[in-house]
């Protein structure tokens, strides 16, 4: 067992062996967890009031056979002793605060293997007022959950390791300059500007150069952002209602 951070933060190299450690360190405990595929370098973050029950579920065959989710398929497809496990954070038993935690997880590592950008919910969820000004209070400074953490040298190893050489995912693969250029000019690879209007008779207000510029100066998340754009759902800014957009030409 590694520790990443004291008295906190755990890392198992082999998530099928280790099983026995596993459950015994964090019985009664509750945080945020990392499943770390050794063989492709990909990830899953997901978050729990109660890490020891919640983590059984992956050794589970009859779980596993519902490949709908990604982190199920990958088990299976390279085996629970090709994973890592890794607790990023220990917290309060407390739902909102694991999902705010998860929440900050997705934004720092953004995982390849969850299905959804919103910790805990369904594609469509908004977080309530209470929740939002929580996650924006935790990424302040010292409130951040990540603040002031570093890998230990045997985790920075292993990062390197998985993302270098033949262990890279894009190790071996050629582009051409023809396709380079198309990926690099389509729409989906360039910052969209996001404009903000007043919710009421849409009268503009400003603009930022991209989500995740709105996101960083606001202390949003950038896929509750994301969530209101799509719905076209209100915004609310220091009680002042936004209608967010990446048009700049807004019908009242």
Not at 175 to 198: G, L, W
Request: proline share 4%.
């Amino acid at each position: 067992m590694l520790p990443i951070q004291k008295n906190v933060h755990f890392m198992w190299n082999n998530f099928l062996i280790d099983k026995s450690k596993i459950n015994k360190t964090l019985k009664n405990k509750a945080g945020v967890y990392m499943l770390l595929c050794n063989t492709s370098a990909k990830y899953y973050i997901g978050s729990s009031i109660n890490l020891e029950n919640r983590l059984k579920q992956y050794y589970s065959p009859v779980v596993r056979q519902n490949e709908d989710f990604i982190i199920y398929r990958a088990l299976n497809k390279y085996g629970l002793n090709n994973f890592s496990l890794i607790i990023l954070e220990i917290c309060e038993p407390d739902r909102t605060t694991c999902l705010v935690l998860e929440q900050l997880a997705f934004e720092i590592w953004k995982p390849e293997y969850n299905i959804l950008t919103v910790a805990g919910s369904p594609i469509g969820f908004v977080h309530s007022d209470e929740t939002r000004a929580l996650m924006s209070a935790l990424k302040i400074g010292e409130k951040n959950a990540f603040y002031g953490k570093t890998h230990t040298l045997e985790v920075k190893q292993l990062l390197k390791e998985l993302n270098s050489g033949e262990n890279h995912p894009n190790y071996g693969k050629k582009r051409s300059t023809e396709t380079i250029h198309k990926i690099m000019s389509s729409s989906k690879h360039r910052a969209k500007p996001v404009y903000y209007y007043k919710w009421e008779d849409k009268t503009y207000l400003g603009s930022f150069p991209s989500i995740n510029q709105m996101a960083k100066e606001l202390n949003l998340v950038r896929g509750t952002i994301q969530y209101c754009i799509k719905k076209q759902t209100p915004l609310t800014i220091m009680n002042e209602n936004w209608f967010i957009s990446h048009s700049n030409h807004i019908n009242p």
